[in-house]
């Protein structure tokens, strides 16, 4: 993320932390609202895209990997290394019963989500799973009620940027949702305040969005978003006041804390952009749409694992087209 500010790690807006944990209830409360000390990940799986959350979290104050596990022990041990991973699981089940792991980042082949999120759920860890969630919907269902079983959040995740494409979809809410997207993802863009009249239409897509997951999974405990959408001005002023919002609630009243200080705290940026549609040399539109960094917040998201992208990353272009910006988190930003 770029913005016109002091150069600051980048990281995430809010931190969920599972660590002292008493009651089915605090359990919750915990991992919905910590602000605390980093959170504790183990990872069950080594291949690319575990190695793309390694390093992305190493760029973050918000959490650590502190455990892997593989039915390979050699690449668990090879992974660890890699990353500086203190604890090495030569079985899944031994990494979701580490008592030094707060939760568990499942990125093993999509036929294993389910077992190996239900082996993370069953041990009481609340589970980040690499898309798609499940390959089946009676997966999910059976995966959600397990997470209520053991008190855990089971939260809706909003996401504007990627239209509903499912034939089981109603066609008014597709065309909603591909609306929205849009709205939020057409260049230049402002999910702060994307459009005067654009109101009724994100409450619509919120709406919709609630009535699905409510269908298939009952009420959620809270909401976030992707790339932190939630916390938009235009979209945090449509969302429902009766479920809680991540970011967390006030820790005194227990209700979410007002949107002033939400705004202020975890300003959203004005467009989010790919760095493939950014920089020249991966076909992308040109520096110059970094301009607006200068005077508001812009979102790039890069995947410096890809050999391109990490050229790109390197080259004298890109470094030039930072000079003046800062690197940042919507946390680290000023109000």
Known sequence: ??????????????????????????????????????????????????????????LTDSGRIVAVGSREPARAEAFAERFGVPNRHGSYEALVSDPQVDAVYVATTHPLHHAHAELALRAGKPVLLEKPFTVTAAQARDLVALARERDLPVGL?????????????????????????????APGARPGDPHPGAAPLIAAAIADQLAQFR???????????????????AVLAQLPRSLPIRPPLHPDSGRPFGQRWLIRRFRGPATCLAFERVHPALGGEG?????????????????????AERAALDGPEWRQALDGLALGSYRDLPG
């Not at 660590?19 to 799986?45: H, Y």
């Not at 504007?160 to 997207?181: C, H, I, M, W, Y």
């Not at 520096?287 to 050999?307: C, G, I, K, S």
């Open 1 to 58: 993320m770029l913005a016109p500010a002091r150069r600051r790690r980048i990281g995430p807006p809010s931190q969920i932390s599972g660590a002292g944990i008493d009651t089915p209830a605090s359990r919750r409360a915990a991992i919905i609202d910590a602000m605390g000390e980093p959170l504790r990940w183990g990872v069950i799986g080594t291949g690319g895209i575990a190695a793309v959350f390694a390093a992305d979290l190493e």
């Open 157 to 185: 995740h909003l996401n504007f940027t990627l239209p509903f494409g499912a034939d089981v979809v109603p066609a008014p809410v597709r065309a909603r949702q591909l609306e929205v997207t849009h709205l939020f993802t």
């Open 287 to 307: 520096l110059a749409v970094l301009e607006p960094a200068r005077r508001q917040v812009v979102e790039v998201m890069v995947h410096p694992t890809q050999p």
């Open 215 to 233: 269908a298939q999974f009952g009420e959620p405990t809270h909401i976030d978003g992707h790339h932190h959408i939630h916390v938009a001005r």
